[in-house]
Each structure stands twice: as structure tokens, then as C-alpha cells.
């Protein structure tokens, strides 16, 4: 059976247990149907470890206890980049989401001349935050630890 891979933004030691975030809680009781006992992966940005875990559940809150760490170095040894110019929204998240699973470093965002929907200031923030968030669950379904 395959672990589910679940990204955490905090520190992770084997041997020591998290309080997973609200919304992955949520996500890992009532979309993935885990109960306690059940095993999962965790991994962060920080290093190229999985951190295999065991949840155990108290009222709403879900804690994840670290037991051991596997070495897991997916990312590729070249740095690269794109440069695409804003498309619209689905295109984006499309864009960000085979780049990230390619092995992309870096991905660069701007307004063309021609650009569809062109990006305003007050929105740059949260376009950034979601264009993230895909590129995460990108990292999880490629077993990649850091996002570009």
C-alpha cells in the first residue's frame, strides 16, 4: 500500500510528534479516511528526507508522531528556470504544476503585452499563494521535497 505524502510547513524530527495544521487535518481524516494508527508520510522543503509517521487523533486535532526518516533525493542536479508570460488561470496552474513535476527550480511570472488577464499589484499576493500551493501538491504526487 502507498503512503500518502503530506507536506507540513515546521521542523521535523524523528522521534517527536506534530499537531498537523486544521485544514491537513481535515484532508487526511475525511478526504484520505485515515484513522489513528494509520501511517503516513511527512516531508518539508528543508531537506531531502520522507519522514515516515503514525497519526493518533484527540477531538478535532490529529498528531502526527515521527518515527523514523528515509533518505529520499528525487530533485534533479540541474538548475533550471522559466519565464512565461501570465496566461489565463487554468493555463497557469496547469503551467506550474508540469513544471514542478519536470524537476523546474524556478519559475518566473510576468505581465506580457499581449497577456490575457494581466496581473494587478493588490492581487499578486494571493495569485503567489495558490500558484504555491499547486506547486506543492505537484511535489507530493512527484515525490519532490522542494517546491520552485
Given at each position: 500500500m502507498r503512503l500518502s505524502r503530506i507536506f507540513v510547513a515546521q521542523p521535523l524530527t524523528p522521534g517527536t510528534s506534530i499537531q498537523l495544521e486544521p485544514a491537513i487535518s481535515h484532508y487526511v481524516r475525511h478526504v484520505l479516511r485515515l484513522k489513528a494508527g494509520d501511517a503516513i508520510t511527512l516531508f518539508n522543503a528543508d531537506d531531502n528526507y520522507d519522514y515516515e509517521s503514525?497519526?493518533?487523533?484527540?477531538?478535532?486535532?490529529?498528531?502526527?508522531?515521527?518515527?523514523?526518516?528515509?533518505?529520499?533525493?528525487?530533485?534533479?542536479?540541474?538548475?533550471s528556470e522559466i519565464i512565461q508570460g501570465l496566461s489565463r488561470n487554468d493555463h497557469m496552474d496547469w503551467m506550474v504544476q508540469k513544471s514542478t513535476e519536470l524537476g523546474v527550480s524556478r519559475i518566473s511570472v510576468f505581465n506580457a503585452q499581449h497577456t490575457q488577464i494581466p496581473l494587478k499589484p493588490a492581487q499578486l499576493e494571493k495569485r503567489l499563494s495558490h500558484w504555491r500551493a499547486v506547486a506543492i501538491n505537484a511535489c507530493k504526487q512527484c515525490e519532490r521535497h522542494h517546491p520552485p
Open positions: 503514525l497519526l493518533s487523533c484527540q477531538g478535532k486535532q490529529t498528531i502526527a508522531s515521527i518515527q523514523t526518516r528515509v533518505l529520499s533525493d528525487c530533485e534533479s542536479g540541474l538548475s
